[in-house]
Structure formats: C-alpha cells, structure tokens
C-alpha cells in the first residue's frame, strides 16, 4: 500500500491560552480529496495553516508525501513543502494577466511546455490567458487561482473555503469542475468548508471537526448514514433525534418498534431518524397532526405533532403531498434507524 499524501498526529496548536488544534490525527490517501468540515472557530483555518506552513505546530507531526515538514524534528518553510493553497478570495496578482497568474510558481521549461494552456482547460478557461483579473467573474478568479496552484504539480494542495464567496448556482458548477481538475491532475486536496452539503458532494472523506479535533473521518455517506455522535448527527444534515429503549436489534420510540443498524447497548437510548425516512400518509394510523409544511422546489418540509406532543420534520418528495396544517397522518420509518447511548 502506498502511503498517504498527507499525515498529521497529535497536532496541537494554540494561540495563548485558546487552544485551537487539540491533538489532530488525520490521513488522505494519494489522489483523495478530504474535506475539513466544521462550525465557525473549530480551527478549520489553523489545520490548513500548520499544514502548509504558515504556523508553527505546538505538538505532533505533520507529514506531505511521506517527509516530516512540521514537529520536534523543526519546521521547513512554506515555500519548501510543494504545497499549494487556494485561498478563500483567490488572491490573484491584479497587475498580472491571466497567463502570468498562473505561470507565477513555474520556472522557464515549464512556462514554455504548455502547462499554462493545459492547466487553463482543466478548469475550463482554455483562451483566458491574456485577460486580466478584473475582467473575469468571481467564479472565473476562482478557477484561475485553482489554475495556479494546480500549474508546478504540487503533490498537495489546500482549498480554503474556495466558493464561499460566490453565489449558490455558481458554486455547484464550480464545485463539481475544481472537482474533476484536482482528479484529471492526479492532485490530492484538502478542503476546508463549513457548508455540509459541499463536504458530502465533493468529498472522497469528511472529517468533521468540534473544538479543535476531529470527532468523525470517514466517506461522506458513511458521515451522513451513520454519524459518530448526536452531534455530528445533526451538524452533517437534518436530524430527528427522538428518546427510545433498546432491546437487542430493536429500538422502543415513540413511533413504534424500529430496527436498529449497529451497535446500540440496551436500555436508555437516542435514536436518529433521517427526514427522508419519514413517510407521512393521509391513510394509515391518525398517530400525527401536520404543524406546518414548507415547500423548496426539489422537495418539502413537513412537521408533525405525535399525540405525545413530540415534534418530527418529514422529508416529502412527490407534488402530491401538500398537508395543509391540522390534517392528520399516519407516519412510518422507513429503513433501520442508529442509536447513541443515553438520552437525547
Ligand atoms: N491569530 C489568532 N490569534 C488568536 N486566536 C486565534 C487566531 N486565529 C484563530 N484563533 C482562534 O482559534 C480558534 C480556531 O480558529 P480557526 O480560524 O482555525 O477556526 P475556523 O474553523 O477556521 O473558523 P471559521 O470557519 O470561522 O474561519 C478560534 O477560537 C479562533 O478565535
């Protein structure tokens, strides 16, 4: 097997007394694009930061392409770990043209080679060269600085939160274009994000992050299917999160008895239903009253109250289904359900 790309072990970073990175373990496999994901001051930047250089780790290791660049044996310098970043406004140089942007890093042979005009079609910009910055869109800056990072064949490169400021339907498109970039380039990434779905869309794996470490890494269905924790649960996606009794492959909650996927341990248990799972119809068993429904194009969001006064979204897909408030629906579950110890 060969080895990652990129390894960190117990990386801890602080600023004063604020501890940022509480001893972070983290792999991505050669030709994998990891996504960081986590809330707002979970040290998402920071992990980005020690990785290529731009901070100094307190504890740990850090290692790009099997080479120690960060940890007690000392700290090489940004420019020397091949390891480019893409930061979040793009940063290009305005006085430069499209072509001299991304030919900033590349020696001569390499300028002359062709790999500007290879690296401009990849992110599909092929006869942009001779614009300048302020002739392009956000969303084109944006490709032009992946460009540049992609231009000397970095073994790694880092994306921080890269789309954040474009507007939604810009983001999907170029999402899903960086994506096929970094793969036809043969580049490993790591991107930080705060936007779940992001993570999960272009992920190969998500590690979540809460208060400086990473609580789940794994493949972004695995994340979404079957979260480590309440917590993650409900930061990956929409989560109905309900109080239940385990006994044995069973899970006792207030809509009935449901399978339980994994290992739950008995007694006292919070179970996660995901809103698509939810089936809400008009016949059936009366068990809910419908609070409010809310409609979003691609599907809707309907909210029920169970006779216990528990509340649950329901995630509805077919037109057919509009439930004005107070009509009364029997619910199902649909699948096996996961269970955490304890109580919600
Ligand atoms: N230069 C700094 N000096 C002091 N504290 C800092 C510094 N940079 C970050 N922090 C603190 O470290 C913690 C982690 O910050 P970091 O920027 O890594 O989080 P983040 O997950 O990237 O957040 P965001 O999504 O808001 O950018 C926060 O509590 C933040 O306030």
Same mark, same amino acid.
């Given at each position: 097997?060969?080895?990652?790309?990129?390894?960190?072990?117990?990386?801890?970073k602080?600023?004063g007394?604020?501890?940022?990175?509480?001893?972070?373990?983290?792999?991505v496999?050669?030709?994998?694009?990891?996504?960081?994901?986590?809330?707002?001051?979970?040290g998402?930047?920071?992990?980005?930061?020690?990785?290529?250089?731009?901070?100094?780790? #307190?504890?740990?290791?850090?290692?790009?392409?099997?080479?120690?660049?960060?940890?007690a044996?000392?700290?090489?310098?940004?420019?020397r770990?091949?390891?480019?970043?893409?930061p979040?406004?793009g940063?290009?140089?305005?006085?430069?043209?499209?072509?001299d942007?991304?030919?900033?890093?590349?020696?001569?042979?390499?300028?002359?080679?062709?790999?500007?005009?290879?690296?401009?079609?990849?992110?599909?910009?092929?006869?942009?060269?001779r614009?300048?910055?302020?002739?392009?869109s956000?969303?084109?800056?944006?490709?032009?600085?992946?460009?540049?990072?992609l231009?000397?064949?970095?073994p790694?490169?880092l994306?921080?939160?890269?789309?954040?400021?474009?507007?939604?339907?810009?983001?999907?498109?170029?999402?899903a274009?960086?994506?096929?970039?970094?793969?036809?380039?043969?580049?490993?990434?790591?991107?930080?994000?705060? #936007?779940?779905?992001?993570a999960?869309?272009?992920?190969?794996?998500?590690?979540?992050m809460?208060?400086?470490?990473?609580?789940?890494?794994?493949?972004?269905?695995?994340v979404?299917?079957?979260?480590?924790?309440?917590?993650?649960a409900?930061?990956v996606?929409?989560?109905?999160?309900?109080?239940?009794?385990?006994?044995?492959?069973?899970?006792?909650?207030?809509?009935?008895?449901?399978?339980?996927?994994?290992?739950?341990?008995?007694?006292?248990?919070?179970?996660?239903?995901r809103?698509?799972?939810?089936?809400?119809?008009?016949?059936?068993?009366c068990?809910?009253?419908?609070v409010?429904?809310?409609?979003?194009?691609?599907?809707?969001?309907?909210t029920?109250?169970?006779?216990?006064?528990t509340l649950?979204?329901?995630?509805?897909?077919d037109?057919?289904t509009a439930?004005p408030?107070g009509?009364?629906?029997?619910?199902?579950?649909?699948?096996?359900?996961?269970?955490?110890?304890?109580?919600a």
């Amino acid at each position: 097997m060969t080895a990652p790309m990129l390894t960190l072990t117990g990386v801890a970073k602080g600023y004063g007394p604020v501890p940022a990175l509480a001893g972070v373990d983290l792999e991505v496999a050669r030709g994998d694009l990891l996504a960081v994901l986590g809330p707002s001051g979970c040290g998402k930047t920071t992990l980005l930061r020690c990785v290529a250089g731009f901070e100094r780790v #307190d504890a740990g290791t850090v290692e790009v392409a099997g080479r120690a660049v960060a940890g007690a044996g000392g700290h090489v310098p940004p420019h020397r770990r091949r390891v480019a970043v893409v930061p979040q406004d793009g940063a290009l140089f305005p006085h430069l043209s499209v072509a001299d942007n991304v030919g900033y890093g590349l020696d001569r042979a390499q300028r002359r080679g062709g790999r500007i005009a290879q690296v401009l079609e990849l992110v599909g910009l092929g006869g942009y060269d001779r614009r300048m910055p302020h002739q392009l869109s956000g969303g084109q800056q944006q490709r032009v600085a992946v460009a540049r990072a992609l231009a000397p064949r970095p073994p790694l490169v880092l994306l921080d939160e890269p789309f954040s400021a474009l507007d939604a339907q810009l983001r999907t498109g170029l999402r899903a274009d960086v994506r096929a970039a970094l793969r036809a380039d043969g580049a490993t990434g790591v991107l930080v994000t705060h #936007d779940q779905g992001e993570a999960l869309s272009m992920a190969d794996a998500v590690a979540v992050m809460n208060g400086g470490r990473i609580v789940q890494c794994a493949a972004p269905a695995e994340v979404y299917r079957d979260p480590a924790d309440p917590w993650v649960a409900r930061f990956v996606g929409d989560a109905v999160l309900l109080p239940a009794t385990a006994d044995a492959d069973v899970a006792v909650t207030p809509l009935g008895r449901l399978p339980l996927r994994g290992p739950s341990g008995a007694g006292a248990v919070t179970v996660l239903i995901r809103p698509e799972q939810l089936r809400l119809e008009r016949a059936g068993d009366c068990a809910a009253t419908v609070v409010r429904q809310t409609y979003h194009g691609h599907d809707a969001l309907t909210t029920v109250r169970l006779a216990d006064g528990t509340l649950l979204t329901a995630r509805t897909l077919d037109e057919g289904t509009a439930l004005p408030a107070g009509a009364r629906v029997g619910v199902t579950v649909r699948g096996a359900v996961r269970a955490y110890p304890g109580s919600a």
